[in-house]
């Protein structure tokens, strides 16, 4: 009988710290194009739901109008828009996202007034961008039906 007091071969079970370091910068490389890809929809969600939350707030107002039987106004600042009826605030004042802006808009949406037929005062659009993709998403507004229809920009 032989008995082995050292063992002859180094087997080590594990990595090393370089492998270690290696792999997470492999995983890295490979990770960067997908964190692009996901800013990019991020972004390009916050000025849809951007242009959706305006088009919303017109509709309400524009029912307030109807139901109230009385003008109904939509007033849009530089980066929120409140609904006012009677020069008094009906609903909270709404914020758009941090890198959302409002590029133009037409003197029908300087305020968007809505008339008790549910008829809005004047046409217009509104023009919104989101400033690091450049991307822009417009807000047709209809004076002889109220109604609003979002446009794809550039």
Known sequence: MILVIGNKFNNKIGFSL????????????????????????HQ???????????????????SYAINERSSCTVV??????????????????????QHVKIKAKTPGFDPVVFLPDGTS????????????SKKEKRIILYNLTGKCIIENGK
Do not use: C, M
Request: charged residues 15%; glycine residues 4%.
């Open 44 to 62: 390009n969600l916050a000025l849809t739901s951007s242009a959706n939350e305006i088009v919303s707030a017109l509709q309400l107002a524009r």
């Open 121 to 132: 005062s004047q046409a217009g659009s509104l023009i919104l961008v989101e400033e690091n």
């Open 18 to 41: 370089i492998e270690f370091l290696i792999s997470i910068l492999i995983l890295s490389i490979l990770l960067i194009p997908s964190i692009t890809v996901f800013f990019r929809y």
């Open 76 to 97: 849009f600042e530089e980066n929120t828009f409140s609904i006012y009826r009677g020069g008094k605030l009906l609903d909270k004042k709404y914020n758009l996202p």
